[in-house]
């Protein structure tokens, strides 16, 4: 697919938000949520302003099953905003089971997107604003040089440490060792595994998405097979402030990834395992966290409901 350190198109961040008045292709933004409570409420204080101002046709926060009172406050908060709501993502596309996790709210959420583009953003980001969809929205709505967008970041963790290597410890650790090894092609993206991303909407419905944590590196593999490199573009986001997960938090996390670029480059089908991690006096202990499976493209699906 080309030589691994070729620099990908770049984009610099939306400067005439205006303009966004006169789109000619409408567009969406989700945000997927599971016990983000704090995290939400500050999305749609940003995010939803889009709205009310009529730069975006939808809002649309997806909630994965929270239990935290994230899905109440969400909704309390989007019925102050237009073209604002709560998507319970376990309520669609039942059939399959229950909701694994990230990417499966982002393949459920296909059910309710019209909209020629959609833009999707993480919860926990502690310095979410409107310029960030709108820039990643950007190249998609007023240009046709490509079909699929990725935000270059500098990650800044809430302590306010920035880092020489700044792509996150399951990246820098888990990520990019093995884009190297097995599918070089994709070393030349700055943040693989970043949640901000755009996409045509037709290419979305024609894609694997894969569920849980492996779904941006899985979409990232897929759509540069579907497209090729010089159809995909980074967006420049500046610094993105979110908050450190425990350390305890990444082994299902990294395993999500580590599975998903394994599979996608064709190392073998060893088949889904749950992460485990012994104990000190002897036990083996699952750790908590959704399976990986490949939802099909939404557009195969019989009813796409």
């Known amino acids: 697919m080309g030589d691994p350190v070729t620099t990908p198109r770049r984009f610099a961040p939306e400067t005439e938000p205006e303009r966004f ?3 000619e292709r409408s567009v969406t933004v989700c945000v997927p949520v599971f016990n983000e409570r704090e995290g939400i409420a500050r999305s749609i204080e940003q995010i939803a ?37 709560v998507l319970f993502v376990d309520d669609l596309a039942t059939d399959v089971g229950p909701v694994l996790g990230k990417g499966d709210s982002m393949w459920r959420s296909q059910a309710a997107i019209e909209t020629d583009v959609v833009v999707y953003l993480d919860a926990d980001l502690l310095n979410v604003s409107p310029n960030m969809a709108l820039s990643l929205a950007a190249p998609l709505v007023f240009g046709d040089e490509v079909d699929f967008t ?30 190297n090894l097995v599918c070089a092609d994709l070393a030349r993206y700055y943040q693989p595994l970043g949640g901000q991303v755009g996409i045509r909407t037709e290419l979305l419905a024609s894609l694997p998405v894969v569920t849980a944590f492996g779904v941006e590196i899985g979409m990232l593999f897929d759509v540069s ?3 090729g490199h010089d159809r995909i573009g980074e967006v420049e986001l500046g610094d993105l402030v979110n908050s450190e997960k425990g350390d305890g938090e990444l082994l299902p996390m990294a395993q999500q990834v580590a599975y998903t670029l394994l599979t996608r480059a064709g190392c073998g089908e060893p088949g889904w395992v749950p992460a485990v991690r012994p104990t000190f006096d002897g036990d083996l202990r699952v750790v908590p966290g959704s399976d990986v499976v490949e939802r099909p493209p939404w557009i195969e699906r019989p009813g796409r409901g």
């Open 21 to 23: 008045r006169h789109r």
């Open 49 to 85: 302003l889009l709205c009310d101002g009529d730069l975006i046709d939808r809002f649309l926060v997806l909630d994965g099953g929270s239990d935290d009172g994230t899905r109440e406050l969400a909704t309390t908060l989007a019925n102050d905003h237009a073209n604002t709501s």
């Open 150 to 179: 990725k935000g270059l970041f500098h990650r800044v963790t809430d302590r306010g440490d920035p880092r020489e290597y700044d792509g996150g410890r399951v990246t820098e650790l888990v990520a990019r060792p093995l884009i």
């Open 225 to 227: 097979r579907r497209v």
